[in-house]
């Protein structure tokens, strides 16, 4: 059973533009919510986190809320940019020491920002 | 600046070689771990260690061992390799001492099996 989903494989947003990328979970027991980046023949990147006890968190363009009712999480990329063209892991933490600190990744959603 | 080496970017190896992918991090973490991706199957875990020594499976740990006798290097073996071991292989290491840890990965080894 795949606690963390990303639910589209895919997104194409024109230049300018917001990019909104969706992660659903279903453990409730998650701590953290955590979104990586990843170009081709690149590691990913560690990008933005949000704890469980709040609902918003903004770095610049970005910015993640979480939805705790509904197990749902979004990372919002306000402007697009073409170099945030990438995979994007969603991915959740579980509380420390538990689980050997293991987390717990999405399949990824490819960003395309067409110029 | 705080990394994760991978020994290699891109290997060539033959069906039923033994092969060894090496991981070193110089974070002083305690965690790592082995992923594979593969289109439309994102990152999917291997093996991963929370101490020297310590290895557990992850989801995926057929035909791969792993070995970690020092706290920095974590090694990934492929016993006898086979075509559909074809993947990008990704090693990270993790501290897990606050709840918002983020992994660090290294750039990957992209290793063919022919």
């Known amino acids: 059973d795949q606690q963390v989903k990303q639910n589209s494989p895919s997104l194409s947003v024109q230049e300018g533009r917001i990019s909104i990328l969706n992660c659903d979970y279903t453990?409730?027991?998650?701590?953290?919510f955590l979104w990586y980046k990843k170009y081709p023949a690149e590691g990913p990147t560690f990008l933005i986190s949000?704890?469980?006890?709040?609902d918003k968190n903004e770095d610049g363009r970005f910015t993640v809320f979480l939805n705790k009712s509904a197990k749902h999480l979004s990372l919002h990329i306000v402007p697009s940019q073409p170099g945030d063209s990438a995979v994007y892991f969603c991915?959740?933490?579980?509380?420390?020491?538990?689980?050997?600190?293991?987390?717990?990744f999405g399949d990824g959603t490819t960003l395309t920002v067409k110029p | 600046d705080v990394k994760v080496t991978q020994s290699s970017r891109y290997l060539v190896k033959r069906t039923g070689e033994k092969v060894f992918l090496e991981c070193v991090q110089d974070?002083?973490?305690?965690?790592m771990f082995w992923y594979r991706q593969d289109p439309g199957l994102g990152l999917r875990l291997i093996y991963f260690?929370?101490?020297?020594?310590?290895?557990e499976k992850g989801d995926i740990p057929e035909g791969y061992s792993v070995s970690r006798e020092k706290k920095e290097r974590f090694s990934l073996i492929l016993e006898s390799a086979s075509t559909n071991q074809t993947s990008m292989y990704l090693c990270?290491?993790?501290?897990?001492?606050?709840?918002?840890?983020?992994?660090?990965f290294g750039s990957g080894t992209r290793l063919t099996v022919v």
């Open positions: 991915a959740a933490n579980p509380r420390p020491y538990t689980n050997a600190g293991k987390s717990t």
């Open positions: 453990n409730s027991m998650f701590d953290y």
């Open positions: 949000i704890s469980s006890i709040k």
């Open positions: 974070m002083d973490h305690e965690n």
């Open positions: 260690s929370y101490d020297v020594k310590m290895k």
């Open positions: 990270a290491s993790a501290s897990p001492g606050q709840g918002n840890y983020g992994y660090t």
